[in-house]
């Protein structure tokens, strides 16, 4: 039976929207425990109450929505009605909820299963169209019940119904896998770039230490000095992320001009974590992409600035090589659970140092890695699994699934 052939009916023909309440709570003893379901708790996801309360009925009775085993929640409050805040009502403690009285309650008749509902109200479709019904002021919109009361859905016979939510979790089961594995990618592709680093360097390139490449290396302000003179920003540990540094984390602070100058922050400045309770981030690197006036580094980081040797860029993209931090891993030095190192430290490092030609042609090499990662992390940020389980929605309730 495709969906041309089946029949229709009104939600309030065949469900009870916002019943009365059950003539079972009328003597239900007030110590009697029952489940609480907050807006927050409902799962728009899973259709699930994903964070279940048992609570005195005492408590309960009055100023919440009451709701039995089977029955479905759909929110009615804006913005909790767009996001999808709805869910089957299931292991009620007792077979009695209670939930926020911004729900409706949809009760199924004996025509209709309560998945069937429950997947009907799911529709973003549904949710567009009952949009356009809201009622009150902004910020607090509801749907009233004649929506859903006269809103028409397919109603095919029970057997169907079965048959159609099978298919439907089948589909949706494949989509869960999507969202987990995508879930997973994300955080893998951000350190796939790290670990292609690796990748450029050539075993063959002669190896420096930085102190001999280096024309200053420093520690940077500490925050004991009394704080005077001018607006000023300090560059802190969260500010050394994804290889550039992040000037948007900075701290604002007053500090004299001496110190704007002994501690600025230009171009090509090269900076790594002194101290850091894992192991694996100290020493962690990134460069200044810009000069940045009345911006300073605080004495949690180390400054370093190269003579024409070597190409800031890629000395920092050699920091981050397997052999590179292994040497700092192994210098590293603990103290009251932080771990550390220091100016000596850094200075003997060794990393490559091949001409300037093929320094630059690796930091070419490594920014189109970079373009390449980021449009595939992009990717998977857009590509939201919800677009797919509205399109098994739509078509497991127009007969084509």
């Not at 609570?55 to 913005?79: C, H, N, W």
């Not at 009620?92 to 509902?117: C, D, I, K, M, Q």
Request: glycine share 6%; charged share 25%; aromatic share 6%.
């Amino acid at each position: 039976m495709n969906r041309g052939n089946w029949p229709t009916a009104r939600i309030g023909e065949i469900a009870d929207v916002n019943p009365r309440r059950s003539n079972r709570l009328r003597g239900l003893d007030p110590a009697t425990e029952v489940t609480s379901v907050p807006m927050a708790a409902v799962d728009e996801i899973s259709g699930t109450n994903a964070n279940p309360e048992t609570r005195l009925f005492s408590q309960v009775r009055m100023g919440f929505t009451p709701f039995v085993e089977g029955d479905v929640i759909f929110a009615k409050i804006t913005p909790c009605m767009q996001n999808g805040k709805s869910a089957i009502a299931r292991e009620l403690a007792n077979g009695f909820g209670f939930g926020s009285t911004e729900f409706h309650v949809l009760r199924p008749g004996p025509e209709v299963l309560s998945e069937w509902l429950w997947y009907i109200v799911r529709q973003r479709s549904l949710r567009d169209e009952a949009q356009r019904y809201f009622r009150g002021s902004a910020g607090q919109q509801r749907v009233p019940d004649d929506f859903l009361i006269q809103h028409e859905i397919p109603k095919p016979p029970l057997e169907l119904q079965r048959s159609v939510l099978g298919r439907i979790k089948e589909c949706l089961a494949r989509v869960d896998q999507i969202r987990d594995l995508r879930r997973a990618a994300i955080p893998e592709w951000k350190g796939l770039l790290l670990s292609l680093i690796g990748s450029l360097r050539d075993p063959s390139w002669p190896t420096v230490a930085i102190g001999d490449v280096a024309s200053d290396i420093r520690n940077g302000w500490s925050e004991n000095k009394p704080p005077h003179g001018r607006p000023a920003r300090v560059l802190r540990l969260s500010c050394v992320h994804s290889l550039i540094i992040d000037k948007e984390e900075a701290k604002h602070v007053s500090v004299s001009p001496e110190m704007i100058e002994a501690f600025g922050v230009h171009e090509g400045d090269l900076f790594l974590v002194r101290g850091n309770g894992s192991k694996h981030l100290v020493g962690r690197s990134a460069i200044a992409a810009a000069d940045e006036p009345d911006v300073i580094f605080n004495d949690l980081l180390i400054r370093v600035r190269f003579a024409d040797r070597i190409l800031p860029a890629f000395a920092n993209l050699m920091l981050h090589t397997p052999s590179v931090r292994e040497q700092i891993e192994r210098m590293a030095r603990t103290a009251a659970g932080i771990w550390k190192i220091n100016q000596r430290m850094v200075a003997g490092l060794s990393i490559p140092c091949p001409p300037k030609a093929k320094q630059g042609e690796s930091v070419r090499r490594f920014e189109y890695l970079r373009k390449v990662t980021d449009e595939v992390q992009a990717i998977l940020v857009d590509a939201d699994p919800e677009v797919l389980t509205q399109a098994v929605l739509q078509k497991a309730f127009s007969g084509k699934l």
